[in-house]
């Protein structure tokens, strides 16, 4: 209901990505968080959201790409060693 009346609200993308994201339609979680991206470009969350999605998705050189974003922007953000494991493993 909210995507129907906030279409473009970056929140909202954000939220519904991450509702893809864990049913594992990661595609779908892709599309939102890109979206909600073009709007606040430096959300941290969605960046590494996006990045991890990218990966679930078997995208390596994308995921690695936003999760380096990711921590570009904060060394230490929630997900940050999650993001370095996943980093390791690529």
């Not at 509702?19 to 595609?27: E, N």
């Not at 890109?34 to 590494?48: D, F, K, R």
């Not at 936003?66 to 494991?85: H, P, S």
């Given at each position: ?37 073009t709007q606040i ?47 390791a493993g690529l």
């Amino acid at each position: 209901m909210a995507k129907e009346k906030l279409p473009d609200s970056p929140c909202v993308m954000g939220t519904l990505g991450w509702v893809y994201y864990k049913k594992g339609l990661y595609g779908s979680a892709i599309g939102e968080f890109s979206g909600g991206l073009t709007q606040i470009p430096e959300n941290l969350a969605v960046i590494y959201h996006l990045g991890m999605a990218y990966y679930k998705n078997d995208d390596a050189q994308k995921a690695r790409a936003e999760l380096e974003k990711a921590l570009g922007l904060d060394e230490n953000f929630n997900g940050a060693k999650e993001a370095r494991q996943v980093l390791a493993g690529l």
